[in-house]
């Protein structure tokens, strides 16, 4: 039964508060920040591997890997600038479409002109630099996680449509900026590769890829993101359960199931129909992303019950990830600090008529301010996604 809610109403209150704010902020780009070990040039976007640290026996190795401990002293100031640009253009999109104030909407234009079209401030449309590794890597596919945050602003960019201030030309800028992005994702092996991992890198990859087919109007693209969640997002990463097998063999399984299913919800709004709500599709043995967040859901309500009674999960010979008899541990970091305003549940909500769901969502902080969660939280604005 369709739940009586009115998600724009609700959220009007709080997006534009957060649009307000965000009136003051001066755009800015990638330009702002210089990384020194950078082998690309000022409008490359750059990252460093966040779990690797100096070797403690030879500081002037190559970096090594600390799973889920993230090194402080890696640069981040480039995502740290995208972070702070998705979440100002997407509560200024947002707060136009509740509210029809086109303040908001020449604020968003301001900033999105910096980003993608100024040429002395915008970002190349490519992602060669990111997620680097001292003395092992100048960029890798997995990198292409660090864009994660423009599925959103791809949304609201198709939502400004409405407004006077995205004039022709400037949606066209925008528009093409996000063209030659989908073009390099689909085309570089860095872009092919994480489009073909098996966990939640799998999951970003194609989120990405179907909110920029959206924007540009690629439909083929569009279709093609749809029959890569039915046929193999969900029925490769998606346990019997409804849990996600690969998320939990991580040091921070939580966080981690968490933002896979946030995700891949996300993309399943995105990827649905009139005819076919991909919600609450399910495959022959019923799994279905509904069945995720039926099995997520008391987790989120009650962190407790996930310590007592899920598995952590660890890869046998063939590499696949199956449940052990250890139950799973508080995540390294960061376990005092979820769940936030989920989306999956609002979004599970709308498709099944869930009000627990919804009423949980309802219950969590919308707007957290802890870096890391900000981070792992793509989905901010759920009025850009829902009609």
């Known amino acids: 039964m369709p739940l009586d809610f009115d998600l724009q109403a609700h959220e009007r209150t709080r997006v534009v508060h957060v649009a307000e704010a965000a009136l003051a902020s001066e755009p800015r780009s990638i330009t702002s920040a210089v990384n020194p070990r950078s082998a690309g040039g000022p409008n490359d976007f750059s990252s460093e591997g966040d779990y690797w640290w100096p070797d403690p026996a030879n500081p002037n190795a190559p970096y090594i890997q600390r799973d889920g401990l993230t090194n402080p002293d890696n640069f981040v100031a480039h995502r740290q600038l995208l972070l702070g640009f998705a979440r100002d253009f997407g509560a200024l999109a947002a707060a136009w479409k509740v509210s029809g104030d086109e303040r908001f909407a020449a604020a968003a234009v ?5 980003w993608f079209v100024d040429p002395a401030t915008r970002m190349n449309p490519s992602l060669l630099h990111s997620q680097a590794i001292k003395g092992r890597s100048t960029g890798r596919s997995i990198g292409v996680i660090d864009t994660l945050h423009l599925a959103e602003v791809a949304l609201g960019i198709e939502v400004l449509r409405g ?11 925008l528009t093409g900026w996000f ?15 994480e489009g073909n991992a098996k966990n939640n890198h799998g999951t970003c990859a194609w989120l990405q890829i179907a909110c920029f087919a959206k924007l540009t109007g690629d439909q083929a693209m569009l279709a093609e993101s749809r029959q890569r969640l039915k046929e193999v997002l969900l029925p490769t990463q998606m346990a019997a359960d409804g849990s996600f097998s690969e998320e939990l063999r991580r040091t921070k399984p939580y966080g981690y199931a968490i933002f896979n299913l946030d995700v891949m919800a996300a993309l399943a709004v995105v990827c649905s129909t009139p005819q076919e709500n991909l919600l609450t599709w399910s495959l022959p043995d019923g799994r279905s992303l509904a069945k995720g967040v039926a099995w997520l859901a008391p987790f989120i309500a009650d962190k407790d019950l996930w310590l007592r009674t899920v598995h952590r999960t660890a890869p046998g010979a063939d590499g696949v990830a199956r449940p052990t008899n250890e139950f799973v541990k508080p995540d390294v970091m960061y376990w005092d600090n979820w769940p936030v305003r989920q989306p999956l549940l609002v979004f599970g909500a709308l498709a ?36």
């Not at 301001?110 to 910096?114: E, L, P, S, T, V």
């Not at 407004?163 to 800028?173: G, H, I, P, V």
């Open 110 to 114: 301001r900033h999105a002109h910096k």
């Open 163 to 173: 407004s006077k201030a995205l004039t022709k030309d400037e949606d066209a800028a």
């Open 179 to 193: 063209r030659d992005y989908l073009r390099w994702l689909r085309t570089h092996p860095y872009g092919v590769d």
């Open 352 to 387: 099944t008529g869930r009000r627990d769901w919804l009423e949980l969502w309802q219950r969590l902080d919308p707007d957290p301010t802890v870096e890391e969660i900000r981070r792992n939280f793509p989905i901010r604005n759920p009025v850009l996604w829902v009609n």
